[in-house]
């Protein structure tokens, strides 16, 4: 059955899919747990899609074009980042994560799918609840199931892709086999590169966006975020994901 998830999810397009137990979401948030979604939850599937480098290093489009004025580059630039990097890739993690929970359903095992990310329409929810955070925490899943690390950036790093990917989750009734996490370090111990990104970046340069936890233990594969996030900036949209850029750990950028 797992290889069935598997051959589903990469059919579909997804580049890494994993497994993890329900018990090893012990500690999640009163009414986010797997639990909470399905009374008998067993399993949850984490699978994600790496992203095209030629968007994410979008800063080197249009530098020669005949056509886009340099005051008009980065806006278009932008563009293409939004539509090829974030909203075609989250549509597809949908329609993955919807075959996925269907065909257990079919099977006779309940399950739940969710949106890859939080839309317009969860938009106007989320300036009313204070502290908010998604329904379901696709990253803590995919760390759970072995498909990566979190980073300094509290984004899951994986070894092909860093944190280029984006992610989804299926919860379900069904027992599978849970993977193992991981079991190298993928963080780079002394980087603090995402930091620096951050910071750098013209609209954050004044708030304290990204602050490693206290006593971070550099030396441990972090299950849980290590920095503190301010949450409200990061999901304005208005960053442009400097931190995704910076990282090396699975950068292409270089070869
Ligand atoms: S998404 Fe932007 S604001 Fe948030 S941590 Fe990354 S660089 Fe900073
Ligand atoms: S940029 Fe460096 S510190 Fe930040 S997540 Fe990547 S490897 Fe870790």
Redesign the pocket.
């Known amino acids: 059955m797992k290889d069935e998830i598997e051959r589903i999810a990469l059919m579909e397009g997804a580049s890494k899919v994993g497994i993890a137990s329900v018990e090893s979401f012990a500690g999640a948030p009163n009414g986010h747990a797997p639990a909470d979604f399905i009374p008998d939850a067993k399993s949850v599937i984490s699978f994600g899609i790496g992203l095209l480098d030629a968007a994410v290093e979008r800063d080197r489009l249009f530098l020669n074009s005949q056509m886009v004025p340099e005051e008009l580059r980065t806006t278009v630039q932008e563009y293409l980042y939004e539509t090829v990097a974030y909203r075609m890739v989250n549509s597809r993690l949908d329609q993955i994560g919807l075959s996925i929970a269907l065909f257990f359903e079919k099977q006779g095992y309940p399950s739940m799918c969710f949106p890859a990310t939080y839309d317009e329409q969860y938009e106007p929810l989320m300036s009313k609840i204070p502290n908010f955070q998604a329904p379901f925490s696709h990253r803590h899943a995919a760390v759970r199931a072995g498909l990566g690390e979190f980073g300094l950036?509290?984004?899951v790093l994986t070894p092909e892709y860093g944190p280029r990917i984006r992610l989804n989750s299926v919860i379900t009734s069904m027992q599978l086999e849970p993977g193992p996490i991981i079991r190298e370090k993928l963080c780079i111990r002394g980087c603090t590169l995402?930091?620096e990104?951050?910071?750098s970046?013209a609209?954050?340069s004044s708030?304290n966006?990204?602050t490693p936890k206290e006593n971070l233990n550099w030396n441990e594969i972090w299950l849980d975020p290590p920095s503190i996030?301010?949450k409200h900036?990061?999901n304005?949209g208005?960053?442009?994901?400097?931190?995704?850029r910076?990282c090396p750990v699975g950068s292409k950028r270089n070869t």
Do not use: E, F, K, Q
Not at 238 to 244: L, N, Y
């Open positions: 950036s509290n984004l995402c930091m990104a951050c910071a970046c609209y954050n708030i966006i990204l996030t301010d900036v990061c304005s208005r960053c442009a994901g400097g931190c995704v910076a």
